[in-house]
Structure formats: C-alpha cells, structure tokens
C-alpha cells in the first residue's frame, strides 16, 4: 500500500540551523556530476582506519544520475560481475534487466512463501475436522515461528468459529482459518506515505546481512515507479563495498547517491538532507551500518544519527525502518524490541521470505509476542529481482501462508 501527496514547488529554503556540539559544520558541497557510463567512483579517503576522525567533515562524493539529455550510449560492463566484499567472496550481481516474467505479485509470493504454505495448507487435505487436526495446526503454526501468543489465539477462534458454524469440510476450516489470520496480520497494515514532508526523511536500520542496502535499491526502484524523486544517503562509511553498491543501485535506478570514504556517518546523513531539500526531492533514503542489539557503542551511534537528521529538518525523520530478515524467526523480535527501544521505529521491512518456512513470524509480531510492539509492515520480499519487493497486505500474505500449492 502507497499513499502519494505531491507537493507544490518550489518550496521556500528554510533557514540555515546550528549544528549539535557532536558533530561539526558542513561546508556546502559543489555536486560532482558523473558521466552516465560511470558506475563507481573514486573517492578520497585517508591511507588508513586510524587516520578517519571521529567526527568527519562534509562528504567529499555526489553521484548524480546520468543527464537525461545526454545522448545515449553502450552501457559499460557491470563492475558488480567482478566485485569481491571484504571477506573475498565474490559480490551479488546487481543487474536485474534480464529478469524473467515470474507473473503476478501474488502468484510470487505463494511461490517464496511454499514452504510455509505446505507445511499449513497441506494439513487441509483428505482429514476429517476434529482434534487431530486442531493439534497438528497449533504444531505447524509454531513450527512456522507464530508463537504461543498469537497460535493460541487463533487456534481458540477457530474453534469458536468451527462450532457456531458447524464446519465439518477441511476446505472451509482453511477458509475460516486464512480469514481470521487475514484480521490478525491487518494490525500490521499500513500505507507509506510520502509528500506530507519536504522531503520525507527515510532512516533505515538492521543488523548485519539484513538486506538493507540492496533493500534501499529496490525501495528506491518503487518509489520512482510512484512518481516519487529520490535521493540516497550511503551512511554506511566505514565498509566500502556497502558504499560503492549503492552507488551501483543509485546509477542503475538513475537517483543521486550522496556518499564518502570514512569519516562520520552523522555527518553523511546530514548533508542528505540538505541537499534533498535543495534537489526538491520527494524522499530521501539514509542507510546506515549493519549492527547487532548487543553492540551497545554502534546503538548510540544509530542515536546520534537520528539526532543530527533533526537538526537537519526539525521533523526528521519522517520514518524510521528496521531491516528483518524473514529467515531469521523467533529472532526477529528480539532485533526488533531492541531497534524499537532505541530509536522508536515507525515501520519494517522483511526480507528473504523466499523459501522460508517460518512465514509465520508476522503473525507473532501482531500478537506483540515477547514485548514486541506490532510494528507496522511497509514493505515484504520476495526475491531477488526489483519487483520482488512490494506493500504488505494482509489479505494476500493470509492466502499465501495458507497455499499448498
């Protein structure tokens, strides 16, 4: 689900803001414009990790889109094919203009919840409605990674339900069953909004291997495809493949990527704001660096990035995201209490449902299982191609989750 409000242009610049104690000033930045056959950049960065100051200045790098006048030209070969991250494995290619018809949204995402959609919907088939099966549903719904919580919640519906109506055909359990977990999971649903701000603010967080970079890429692709103008933020400064594949996904979605070797991610953040604010852009997306919970120095440093997005923008940020990957179950609630304690998050994005055979972990966030506030769903994927990430609706991940086929 989307919502769209397009503001009026230009909008007024407001006045120049003081920076907090903790982070110095910014020099304004004079944009580097790159050819349109670039994909990455040469950046300036001290000879080593020592040499990084805490508090960096501006960032030295603007990765702007390629010029739409610009005449056009042979793309150059994907440096991705060839790219390596820090341990030396080589890099996910990022090149998805190849990327087969897979159908609708719905029929992809049965597919990447099947495992999950067997294991529940094939208990419908050829049994008889009594015990047996309300005992091998309440095993299969934990086994999902539901939860006590919320499989002791809907099973008791079910049985209600199942008794009032007299429902005697498994076909119609499973009906009652995908429509009581539909008003379950609907708690979850919630509409983006973008253009109530100028621009809206994106922060996004997770741990380590999340999928936040590559989230952001595609996030960025949908955005666009709504009529939205966007900017990313590689606030992920100390890792550089992190950096250089956003610059990837922003030259391949044709955004501008505000970036910089080292130095401080505040700092990053800040300048992205105020040159999304210039660029008139409708949103502005801030990576950040993957962490742990239990990595309390790198958790204070999320909340100083958030602070220095406010002075940026006095309402910023708009949103706050957390990054989960669907594979990681019962998991996920601890990285969402804790990511939630820290910087009040406003929204999740799942990923890597794909295969996964704990689809129901959603169904434990709704329940608020473990202290977990239900957090609400923007956004779920499914794959690894550009349109395998798209609005959360509880309708279609009940149907899903209950398909066995």
């Known amino acids: 689900m989307f919502s769209f409000f397009k503001r009026k242009k230009p909008q007024p610049q407001p006045e120049a ?31 080593t990790a020592a040499d990084v100051p805490v508090d960096a ?19 150059p070969p994907d440096p991705w094919s060839q790219a390596v991250d820090a341990s030396g494995d080589p ?4 090149d998805q203009a190849a990327e087969p018809d897979t159908g609708s949204w719905l029929t992809r995402l049965r597919r990447g919840l099947s495992r999950t959609g067997q294991n529940l919907g094939g208990l419908f088939v050829g049994v008889k409605v009594d015990e047996t099966l309300f005992d091998e549903l309440e095993t299969a719904l934990i086994m999902a990674d539901a939860g006590v919580e919320a499989t002791d919640k809907l099973l008791t519906e079910l049985r209600a339900r199942v008794r009032k109506q007299r429902i005697d055909q498994p076909d119609a359990v499973r009906a009652a069953l995908q429509d009581i977990l539909t008003d379950h999971l609907r708690v979850l649903e919630k509409p983006f909004v973008v253009g109530e701000a100028a621009p809206t603010v994106v922060m996004i967080a997770g741990v380590n291997g999340a999928g936040k970079t590559t989230s952001i890429g595609k996030l960025a692709h949908a955005l666009q495809a709504r009529q939205a103008t966007v900017l990313l933020a590689a606030g992920d400064t100390f890792r550089a493949a992190a950096r250089e594949q956003l610059v990837a996904w922003g030259a391949r979605n044709g955004v ?36 742990l919970p239990t990595q309390l120095h790198l958790m204070e440093e999320l909340k100083k990035i958030k602070r220095v997005i406010g002075k940026a923008d006095a309402g910023a940020p708009h949103e706050v995201l957390l990054v989960v990957d669907g594979n990681t179950g019962q998991n996920a609630l601890a990285q969402i209490r804790a990511f939630d ?27 608020g299982s473990q202290g977990v506030r239900p957090v609400p769903v923007y956004w779920i994927g499914v794959g690894e191609g550009m349109q395998d990430l798209q609005p959360f609706v509880a309708s279609e991940f009940a149907e899903a989750l209950l398909d066995n086929r």
């Open 17 to 47: 803001v003081d920076l907090p104690a903790d982070v110095p000033e910014i020099a304004p930045v004079a944009p580097t414009e790159l050819p349109p056959e670039a994909l990455t950049v040469s950046l300036d960065a001290p000879d």
């Open 256 to 291: 501008t990527v505000i970036a910089q070797e080292g130095g401080d991610p505040a700092a990053v953040a800040f300048d992205a704001v105020n040159a999304g604010r210039a660029r008139a852009a409708d949103v502005v997306l801030v990576d950040t660096a993957g962490r």
């Open 91 to 94: 890099l996910a290619r990022l």
């Open 57 to 75: 200045p501006s960032p030295d790098l603007v990765a702007d889109a390629p010029d739409a006048a610009a005449p056009e030209q042979v793309p």
């Open 341 to 367: 304690a820290a910087l009040g998050l406003t929204g999740l994005v799942v990923t890597k449902l794909d295969g996964t055979a704990k689809g129901g972990t959603l169904a434990a966030v709704a329940a």
